[in-house]
């Protein structure tokens, strides 16, 4: 089993819609969750780390479920520029590395 | 101002020969990594230093050897280049700040092409 698993998509929702994804992670003593955003061809960016009472940054929600060990990313609204893939994120607790998943691809349509 | 700077963008080289990528951070953080992202996407941490020390050296080939001139700098040279080693490289830095936790910053990557 993966460290961390992602459904690799692609999601293509109209813009204006709400979307969602999940990530699971297998080390339940996992530290901190992020999730980042890399757009095609690009570096992978911070869009925002997860807490454990839940997040939101504008647009975007992020929930994190310890028991079972999940994390969520919600997308209100979206927007064309929010096309991209989404890095579900993990440091397990005594590492000092991240792991990273998969990724989720989104596309955005007009 | 580019935070973390990798050069060169894009290799193209030759099965067996030897290659460098260089990484510079201005951000003053003490902390630098190297990652290898396939075709399949998936990032994979390679190494990291901190302070110059290597502190995390996952399963790479003893082709691949790193090196930390001083904190702001790491290298990457890969000998005898084999054709799996074609992916994107990106060189990341961190600072952890109390209250506020660790962000990880990308460089653009390089992207080599073992032929």
Redesign the interface.
Known sequence: RKEVEQD?GPFNVPEGATVAFNCTYSNSASQ?FFWYRQDCR?????LM?VYSSGNEDGRFTAQLNRASQYISLLIRDSKLSDSA?Y?CVV?FQGA?????G??TRLTINP | DTAVSQTPKYLVTQMGNDKSIKCEQNLGHDTMYWYKQDSKKFLKIMFSYNNKELIINETVPNRFSPKSPDKAHLNLHINSLELGDSAVYFCASSQWISGSGETQYFGPGTRLLVL
């Open positions: 690799p901190s690009k570096e992978p960016k911070l780390s893939t890095l440091k000092q590395k991240l792991v990273f998969q990724g």
